[in-house]
C-alpha cells in the first residue's frame, strides 16, 4: 500500500493510496464533505489482477481543508489523483455523493473511463422526487434509544465533539440489520478514525446539486454515454431504488445488480455478492465498453 500526496490543479494537497496490481479502479467516496470509508468495499475487489486508488476529496480526511468546493472543481481533482498515477484510462467505482461525482467525471471525459460502477447513488431526477419518502424512511428507522438521543444532540451546535456521535447515530440507519446495535457497530466502524464532517463543504456542493441535476440536459447526456456501467443497489436502502430507474432507463450500456437484504453499504451487509458483482464487471473482457451486447446534512 502506497500513500500519495496528489496535488489539484491550484495547488491543494489530496491524499491518495493505491492497492494491489492490475486493472486500476480508482475509488470515488461518500459525502460531501466526508472522507475515505471504502476500505473494506476495496478490500473485496483486491486480489489478482485489480488496483484500488482511493482518495480523500478535498476539505476532508486526509486532504487539505481548503476549497474552493464544487461539482466542477470535485471533477477536476479526481482527474488530477488520474494522472498523479499516470492512467491513462481506469474504471470508476463511486458510493452515494461519490457515485453521481462518478457518472459526472463520466460524463465529461468518458475516454479515461473504462468502466463505471454506480454504487447507491440517488439517480438522476431532481432531489424532491426522492427526498420525501428518504425522509420518511430515516424516521422510521431511528426509533428508540437512538431517536432521543439523536433528538438531544441536533439541537446542539454543530461543530462539537458531539458531531461524531450524531453522524454515528445518522449513519447507522444506513444498515438493513433489525437490530440497532449491530447497526451502530457499523457506523462507529465507519466513523474510525474521525476525520470532522466540512459542513462548508457540504452545504456547497449540495446547493449546486439542487439547483442544476435533475435536468432534461442531464438525461441526455446519460443517452450518449458510451461507458459500461454497473449500477448497485442495496434492497434496503432508505433511499428510494426507484430514483435511480431513469439512469438505468437513460445509459446505453448498462446492467444492474440489487443485493438483497442489504442496506446504503451493500459491501458490509452482502460482502459476497458486492464482491462477486463488482470484481466480475471490473475483470469482465469484451463486455458493453468492448463493442459486445450490454450484460442531507451528507448524502452519503
Same mark, same amino acid.
Not at 447507522?172 to 437490530?179: E, I, K, N, Q, W
Not at 432534461?216 to 458510451?226: E, K, M, N, Q, V
Not at 464482491?275 to 450490454?294: K, N, Q, T, W, Y
Given at each position: 500500500?502506497?500513500?500519495?500526496?496528489?496535488?489539484?490543479?491550484?495547488?491543494?494537497?489530496?491524499?491518495?493510496?493505491?492497492?494491489?496490481?492490475?486493472?486500476?479502479?480508482?475509488?470515488?467516496?461518500?459525502?460531501?464533505?466526508?472522507?475515505?470509508?471504502?476500505?473494506?468495499?476495496?478490500?473485496?475487489?483486491?486480489?489478482?489482477?485489480?488496483?484500488?486508488?482511493?482518495?480523500?476529496?478535498?476539505?476532508?480526511?486526509?486532504?487539505?481543508?481548503?476549497?474552493?468546493?464544487?461539482?466542477?472543481?470535485?471533477?477536476?481533482?479526481?482527474?488530477?489523483?488520474?494522472?498523479?498515477?499516470?492512467?491513462?484510462?481506469?474504471? %470508476?467505482?463511486?458510493?452515494?455523493?461519490? &457515485?453521481?461525482?462518478? !457518472? /459526472?467525471? $463520466? +460524463?465529461?471525459?468518458?475516454? #479515461? @473511463?473504462?468502466?463505471?460502477?454506480?454504487?447507491?447513488?440517488?439517480?438522476?431526477?431532481?432531489?424532491?422526487?426522492?427526498?420525501?419518502?428518504?425522509?420518511?424512511?430515516?424516521?422510521?428507522?431511528?426509533?428508540?434509544?437512538?431517536?432521543?438521543?439523536?433528538?438531544?444532540?441536533?439541537?446542539?451546535?454543530?461543530?462539537?465533539?458531539?458531531?461524531?456521535?450524531?453522524?454515528?447515530?445518522?449513519?447507522?440507519?444506513?444498515?438493513?440489520?433489525?437490530?440497532?446495535?449491530?447497526?451502530?457497530?457499523?457506523?462507529?466502524?465507519?466513523?474510525?478514525?474521525?476525520?470532522?464532517?466540512?459542513?462548508?463543504?457540504?452545504?456547497?456542493?449540495?446547493?449546486?446539486?439542487?439547483?442544476?441535476?435533475?435536468?432534461?440536459?442531464?438525461?441526455?447526456?446519460?443517452?450518449?454515454?458510451?461507458?459500461?456501467?454497473?449500477?448497485?443497489?442495496?434492497? %434496503?436502502?432508505?433511499?428510494?431504488?426507484? &430514483?435511480?430507474?431513469? !439512469? /438505468?432507463? $437513460? +445509459?446505453?450500456?448498462?446492467? #444492474? @445488480?440489487?443485493?438483497?437484504?442489504?442496506?446504503?453499504?451493500?459491501?458490509?451487509?452482502?460482502?459476497?455478492?458486492?464482491?462477486?458483482?463488482?470484481?466480475?464487471?471490473?475483470?469482465?473482457?469484451?463486455?458493453?465498453?468492448?463493442?459486445?451486447?450490454?450484460?442531507?446534512?451528507?448524502?452519503?
Amino acid at each position: 500500500m502506497d500513500d500519495a500526496a496528489v496535488l489539484a490543479d491550484d495547488g491543494v494537497r489530496l491524499w491518495a493510496v493505491r492497492s494491489g496490481d492490475g486493472v486500476p479502479v480508482v475509488f470515488c467516496h461518500g459525502g460531501p464533505g466526508l472522507w475515505d470509508t471504502l476500505g473494506d468495499a476495496a478490500a473485496l475487489l483486491l486480489g489478482d489482477g485489480v488496483a484500488v486508488y482511493r482518495w480523500d476529496q478535498r476539505g476532508a480526511g486526509r486532504s487539505e481543508r481548503c476549497g474552493p468546493y464544487s461539482v466542477g472543481q470535485s471533477v477536476a481533482d479526481l482527474d488530477a489523483v488520474r494522472r498523479h498515477f499516470g492512467l491513462d484510462r481506469m474504471t %470508476l467505482l463511486g458510493h452515494s455523493w461519490g &457515485a453521481q461525482l462518478a !457518472l /459526472e467525471y $463520466a +460524463l465529461r471525459y468518458p475516454e #479515461r @473511463v473504462e468502466r463505471l460502477v454506480y454504487v447507491s447513488g440517488i439517480g438522476i431526477d431532481p432531489s424532491a422526487s426522492w427526498r420525501g419518502a428518504f425522509r420518511e424512511r430515516f424516521w422510521e428507522r431511528l426509533d428508540g434509544e437512538r431517536l432521543e438521543r439523536w433528538t438531544f444532540l441536533d439541537g446542539l451546535p454543530r461543530g462539537g465533539e458531539e458531531d461524531r456521535e450524531l453522524c454515528v447515530l445518522q449513519w447507522s440507519t444506513d444498515f438493513a440489520d433489525p437490530d440497532p446495535d449491530v447497526c451502530i457497530a457499523h457506523a462507529e466502524r465507519m466513523a474510525t478514525p474521525w476525520f470532522g464532517v466540512n459542513f462548508e463543504c457540504s452545504a456547497a456542493i449540495n446547493a449546486e446539486n439542487r439547483r442544476d441535476w435533475g435536468t432534461p440536459a442531464l438525461r441526455a447526456r446519460c443517452t450518449g454515454l458510451r461507458v459500461a456501467t454497473l449500477i448497485v443497489d442495496g434492497e %434496503l436502502d432508505l433511499r428510494p431504488r426507484d &430514483a435511480v430507474d431513469s !439512469l /438505468e432507463a $437513460a +445509459l446505453p450500456e448498462v446492467s #444492474r @445488480v440489487v443485493l438483497k437484504g442489504a442496506g446504503h453499504l451493500p459491501w458490509v451487509e452482502e460482502p459476497a455478492g458486492f464482491g462477486a458483482a463488482v470484481r466480475g464487471f471490473v475483470l469482465e473482457r469484451g463486455g458493453p465498453g468492448d463493442g459486445a451486447s450490454p450484460p442531507a446534512g451528507p448524502l452519503r
